[in-house]
């Protein structure tokens, strides 16, 4: 039944989703249709996406041992005035991203509770309002792991950063 599902999805080319889809997501979307409809089935499509993720494991692995001035050279950063001017940037991001968030958290609050409109509406301006908070979040979050970074001059992936939520035993703070 479900391969009949993404069969019959496979037949939808990019050419015919609309184009607000965006050709990326459409292209996305059309292969892995064509994937799980294919005469693997979504086996053959997850076992793919599982030797994706294995790889990016490894090269995350073998990124971690990369000095840090070439992981700054990666990232555009040649200088001590570019650093300089990179923590100056991602502490104005930072601050953005925590006025988005209190904004959008107040535009939140506000029309779901105080705001008298109908249901259809509520939904409407929560989901969008939601989406902008998660935007600020995000690059809150994003922009507070990279100042770490700069601070202690040690990389740590993004995700491990995030599962300790910030709190990460640096290097400089063992010794």
């Keep these: 039944m479900i391969s009949r599902i993404f069969r019959w999805f496979s037949r939808i080319t990019p050419k015919n989703l609309p184009s607000w889809f965006g050709w990326g997501v ?27 993720y294995r790889e990016n494991l490894r ?5 971690q041992g990369i000095p840090f001035e070439d992981r700054l050279a990666r990232w555009g950063i040649e200088t001590e005035e570019d650093l300089a001017r990179a923590v100056r940037d991602f502490r104005r991001a930072r601050v953005a991203g925590v006025l988005l968030t209190l904004l959008m958290g107040a535009f939140c609050f ?3 509770f105080i705001l008298s409109q109908s249901a259809w ?13 998660a935007v600020g979040i995000i690059r809150w979050v994003t922009a507070s792991w990279r100042l770490q970074v700069f601070k202690h001059k040690k990389f740590i992936p993004f995700l491990r950063w995030l599962t300790q939520l910030g709190n990460v035993k640096w290097q400089d703070e063992q010794q």
């Design 26 to 52: 459409a292209k996305d979307v059309y292969n892995d249709c064509r994937e799980i409809g294919g005469k693997d089935g979504a086996r053959g499509f997850f076992s793919r996406r599982k030797e994706l």
């Design 59 to 63: 090269l995350e692995h073998e990124l």
């Design 110 to 112: 506000w029309q779901s």
């Design 121 to 133: 509406w509520k939904t409407l301006h929560g989901i969008a309002g939601l989406s902008i908070l």
